[in-house]
């Protein structure tokens, strides 16, 4: 079979894989935060800080940087139904494997609580859509 030697060997092969793995990763991590403030700078005073008006493509990309449309109660819309199917789908999965009675309760609390949750998410984006300067 296998002597102990060379399991340890094995072992410590593995050990410094992971090592250059986890250097990759971290050097990456590093260049992408070094690149991302880099970009964030050129793009705010290249589009968003201008005070003239932009059009075509980079108009559009300016409304977007500068927050001019907001999509996040299309998105709310699109999770929660995403998440109350997910939660149907999650029920069923549970009678599945044999639990009646957590069946019953993802089913009917389920959407309730995911419906609880948005409806205080769009509340949210209500009262600043209805605060919004004009």
Do not use: C, H
């Not at 940087?65 to 699109?78: C, G, Q, R, V, W």
């Amino acid at each position: 079979m296998y002597d102990l030697e060379s399991l340890l060997s094995s072992g410590s092969s593995l050990i410094s894989a992971a090592e250059g793995k986890m250097n990759f990763v971290t050097n990456w991590m590093i260049v992408g935060f070094a690149v991302a403030i880099v970009a964030a700078v050129l793009l705010f005073f290249l589009f968003v800080n201008k005070k003239n008006a932009v059009k075509g493509v980079g108009g559009k990309i300016k409304d977007f940087l500068a927050f001019k449309d907001m999509y996040i109660e299309s998105l709310l819309k699109m999770f929660y139904i995403g998440s109350t199917v997910y939660i149907f789908f999650q029920a069923i999965a549970t009678v599945v494997l044999g639990d009646v009675m957590g069946f019953f309760v993802e089913l009917f609390l389920g959407p309730i609580i995911i419906r609880a949750l948005y409806e205080l998410a769009m509340v949210l984006v209500k009262i600043w859509r209805n605060t919004e300067k004009k």
